[in-house]
């Protein structure tokens, strides 16, 4: 079985009440699943978009995070993201 591709994505916490978002094409969205996804050659030059534009940016402290896509859906590699993306583990 070959392990899915390690792709990269921009998350941040909205500057208005702190909820962690994702990158979009076009903007920021609160669902990972809406997350744009990119190669790692290519996750730095999209984090610089990622904080470029007017200012205040709609979001605060913007940064990569490693992901894979497994049976359809988003799921970052680290335990924090995962958490950040989907509530807490209980």
Known sequence: MTQPEVMRLV???RLRDGVPV????DGW????ADARLVVEDAAED????????PRPLPVVAPYV????VEAGKVRPLAL?????????TV
């Open 65 to 68: 995070v490693e992901a894979v």
């Open 11 to 13: 998350t941040a916490n």
């Open 29 to 32: 969205s609160p669902a990972i």
């Open 46 to 53: 999209f984090l610089a978009a990622s904080q470029s534009g």
């Open 22 to 25: 994702y990158r979009t094409s």
């Open 80 to 88: 924090r993201e995962r958490i950040r993306a989907h509530g807490p």
